[in-house]
Structure formats: C-alpha cells, structure tokens
C-alpha cells in the first residue's frame, strides 16, 4: 500500500508526486495512456527523422514558474533552447511586429510601424520590473494567495493603483488602443491573449495578453531540447530516483470513497489501489465530478454548478516535415520558434466571433510552430519540423468557408480542414505547400483519444474567462486543490491557476494533501476492508456473468 495514489501523468500529477516524494511519501502514477506525459509528449510519428511535439511546444510559465525551477530537473537531463526570436506576427504587407529578448530590440521594432510604439511598449516592460515577480509569485501560490497577493498589492499601488488596475481588466482590443499608435503592438499583445480562449473584446484579456508577452519578453518561450517529451521524462526520472513509480495503460475507472474519505482507486481492469494517506487527481474537473466520484459522495451544488462548467475552446493541429525553411514574405519571422497567422486585430476579432456562433473559420487563426528554429535537434540541417493549430467550435453549427465541414471529423473532413490551415500559411509563405514532406492531422476527437483531459483539444483544462478563475475556478466557491471528499485533491489545469505547464495545480495539491492529511489506523482499515469488500463484489459478479 502506498501514501498516496496520483491518477494521471501529465505535468501536474508529475509534479505532484515529486513533491509527496520529496516529503518522503510513498507514491504510485498511474496513466491511463501507454507512456506517461499527457499533453508534453513529442515523437517521429509524422517522419521518422523528424521529431513533433503531439500537443504543447513552447514553455514561458515553465521558464518562469517557481515550481519547476524547485525540482531541479536539469540535475535529471533537461536542457532548454531558444529561437533566436520568440514570436513573430507578420502582415501581408512586409511588416512584422516581433518580441525578441531583448526589449529595446522589440521596441525598435514597434517605432517602425509607428513612432513612439517602441516608447508604449517599454513603458509596459516597466510596470513588469515592478510587478512581475510578484504577479509570478502569486499566480503560482495557492488560492488565495495571502502573503504574495499582500505583497503584490503593494506593489500595484506603488505603480499605479486603480489606474493600472483598470488597464489589466480592459479588453485586449481597448488597451491595445490605448497604448499603441498602430497595429505592431496591438497585435502582440491580442495574438498573446488568444493563447487562450480570451476574444479581443473579453473583459481581461489585455492583463492575459501583457502577461504573456511579459513572460516572453523576459523568459522567452523555451523548448525542451529533443522535444517536449524530453520535460516529461526529467519529471519521470526525478520521480523514480526518489522511490516513486509510475504505471501505464492503468485506467482509473473509480476513486473509491469510505466514510467520506478517499481511501484508494479501481481502474478499469477491476484491480483495488488503496492510499494510505491521499489520493491527487490530474483530470479534469468534469472527469473526476462526473465519472471517477459517484454523485452520492458530493454535494448536489456541486454537481448543479459543473453542469456550468465551461471548456476552452477546441483545438485542430497539423503536423509537418518540412524540407526545408519556412519561405515567409516577411524574413523577420523566419528567426521566430512563434508565428501568430492573421491579418490584424480585426481579423482575429472575426475569427472569434465565428468561434462564438458555432461557425468553423474560413480564415483560421493560426499559431506556427517552427521547432527546428528552436532546437537544432528536431530535425535534419537546412529542414523545419513544424506545426500550425487553430481552434473550431466543440458544436458545429455550420462552416464559414465554403468545404461544407460539419465538425464530424472523418477522414475527409479533416483532411479539407488541413487544407485549409495550408492555404492561410501559403498567405504568408507563398511556396509553402511545395515542402512538406509529411503531415499529421490531429482532430478534436484526436486530442481527446491521445488524453481524456483534452476534452475535443480543450488545452487549457476550461475556459481562462474571468467567470472560471480564481475563486470560480473550476466552480463557485472553490478556487482549491480540496474536494468535498476528505483526501481527494484535484491537482490539474482545471484547478486554480489554470491551464499551461506550470505545474502549480499539482504542486498546490501535494501541499495540501502534506498540510491535511495523516495516516491513520481507521483510515488504512477502512481503506482495506472496503476494497477487499469490492473485490469480493466484482468477482462473484464476473462468475455469475453479471456486471459487477
């Protein structure tokens, strides 16, 4: 019998376990996939010589996260790389707003499309040498964020108070506006704030926006060299150094409650996982409210608010061997690992809308992947492992454009919808198409078979809108890693602070589970008996030919 039981491999429950284990607790992983990772996993799927990232690629809040700078993972192989630029947004017209690292090199480049940008956008990179550390700080602390948020708002009131204030709760398209003559700025900002699903006209988007791009005029958007997996197996290998085990294609079917406490899990093949002590559950919120924990367990609030539960929005991928570079109309994005594809603010604004009506976008919205830019070791000399995703309604309600796409995602329609994305890259980069070697097309149903977490490619464990964050996340009144179940922790993106490899929604749920729990003679006899008990269930029904 082990401490604690962690349902789920991805960054979150990775984390997690490395923290109880680090507290000296016996721990067990289990993955309901083949390999452990859920969405930080790369392979040679689309060309043997080429490596793809199948989900995330680029990692600011890992550069930045407290969390994963405690873990040390370089002492467990895990090197960093950088483009020699961090994004790129080219115009049809030549232009290209870029943010490098250095910020006067990105100023320098916002005056070109109108003067005194570059000033705008250094006045922002202020603010951030005031605050940001705190915002980090209190973003990744648990909810809510007593000491750091004490600290942070007296940091704010010494940069600006309400007025600042105001400025992170405008809407992208507004505070863009307000601080940049033209579209250069502008559009960093916006193409930021839609790495979730925040609209230029969502309430919040421009603090989501500055943030993101604050992380990357400071931190970059690093990739792990040799792929994503490559983080995945550093957490892995710290893991096991320190006595814990991680487990694959072991499906938790059940978490298994007795007297109001989570005593251990079932997965699908009937096998009874006791837990000492806790039991964390990287899943979604749906998932562990609505499968893993039977209705009798939680509060019928609970279970009426997460039928309001809202998910990000779904994500459609494809997958490239290139032969070669990128052919970009603009050459200053061919030094970028992130290009943002759409033809200004208004544009990205029609894109959402579209979203927002159940329409698939005729113009998608894309964000380009240029890995081999990144890492040298993605692929051969003088090729570019590439990748472009966009985001499509999770009902369909019709097509913008003129394929006749449903959103059933059969062969055809995905193949139509990889046309698509095609034809908006060529925009850019006219001869593109000539050079990929192979592709993969990853459907919203995709996303969801490769990990159940995905829910239709949801990256972001639901929606990054203010009305499910902080204290609403992921339902009124909870904002947590605890649960109605005494023991239970939820330790994923669906958890405060949300989606993105972080890793704070585990490591605040391992600190929870060290703060709160202790092992108990009740608890390991309940614990045995109930599973043994269930056990005995299963096995009369199996011999009876019954369900069990």
């Not at 320190?242 to 899990?265: D, F, H, I, K």
């Not at 490239?320 to 109309?329: D, I, K, R």
């Not at 544009?347 to 040298?376: C, H, K, N, V, Y």
């Not at 034809?423 to 990853?442: N, T």
């Amino acid at each position: 019998m082990v401490d604690a039981v962690v349902i789920g491999s991805g960054p979150n429950g990775l984390v997690a376990a490395n923290l109880l284990a680090d507290a000296g607790w016996s721990v067990e992983v289990l993955e309901a996939q083949d390999e452990p990772g859920g969405a930080v996993r790369s392979d040679r799927g689309v060309h043997p010589e080429y490596v793809n990232d199948l989900f995330s690629s680029f990692y600011p809040l890992a550069a930045a996260s407290p969390v994963l700078a405690g873990l040390e993972l370089h002492r467990d192989g895990l090197r960093w790389s950088h483009a020699p630029q961090v994004l790129a947004h080219p115009l049809l017209d030549g232009r290209c707003a870029v943010l490098d690292r250095d910020r006067t090199a990105t100023a320098a480049g916002l005056d070109r499309f109108a003067p005194g940008d570059g000033e705008a956008w250094l006045d922002l990179c202020h603010i951030w040498d005031r605050l940001g550390d705190g915002i980090v700080d209190a973003l990744f602390a648990p909810f809510p964020p007593v000491r750091a948020g004490a600290v942070l708002a007296a940091r704010l009131r010494a940069a600006g108070g309400l007025r600042l204030a105001r400025s992170l709760v405008l809407p992208v398209r507004r505070l863009g506006e307000e601080e940049f003559a033209e579209e250069g700025g502008r559009l960093l900002l916006a193409g930021n704030a839609l790495h979730a699903d925040l609209a230029p006209e969502a309430a919040g988007s421009g603090g989501f926006g500055w943030l993101m791009s604050m992380l990357g005029q400071f931190h970059g958007f690093p990739v792990p060299v040799g792929g994503a997996g490559a983080l995945t197996a550093a957490l892995v290998r710290r893991l096991r150094r320190r006595g814990g085990s991680v487990r694959c294609g072991q499906r938790v079917t059940e978490v298994v409650v007795g007297r109001g406490r989570a005593v251990g899990v079932r997965t699908e093949t009937g096998e009874g996982i006791p837990a000492r002590r806790a039991v964390l559950a990287d899943v979604s919120a749906p998932s562990l409210y609505g499968s893993l924990v039977a209705a009798e367990h939680l509060p019928a609030l609970l279970l009426d608010d997460m039928r309001r539960f809202q998910w990000d929005f779904a994500t459609f991928k494809v997958d490239w061997a290139l032969n070669g570079p990128v052919p970009w109309s603009s050459p200053a994005a061919a030094s970028a690992g992130t290009v943002h594809l759409a033809e200004g603010v208004d544009e990205l604004t029609r894109w959402a809308s579209q979203i927002a009506r159940g329409l698939i976008p005729d113009r998608p919205f894309l964000l380009f992947g240029q890995m081999t830019t990144a890492d040298a070791t993605r692929s051969p000399q003088d090729t570019e492992s590439a990748w472009a995703y966009t985001h499509v309604p999770h009902t369909v309600k019709g097509d913008a454009g003129a394929a006749g796409l449903t959103g059933g995602w059969d062969t055809g329609e995905a193949e139509r919808m990889a046309d698509r994305v095609e034809q908006q890259v060529e925009r850019y980069a006219p001869g593109f198409r000539s050079r990929i070697l192979a592709r993969r097309i990853l459907t919203p149903t995709t996303f969801q078979s490769a990990d159940a977490n995905l829910r239709n490619g949801a990256i972001n464990g639901g929606t990054a809108s203010m009305h499910q964050q902080l204290v609403f996340r992921p339902v009124p009144g909870t904002g947590r890693p605890e649960t109605p179940v005494k023991g239970l922790y939820l330790a994923s993106a669906s958890a405060h602070p949300g989606g993105g490899v972080h890793g704070a929604p585990g490591a605040n749920a391992a600190r929870a589970a060290l703060r709160s729990t202790r092992p108990t003679t009740t608890a390991l006899s309940a614990a045995q008996r109930l599973l043994a008990r269930r056990d005995r269930v299963g096995e009369t029904a199996r011999v009876r030919g019954e369900r069990p």
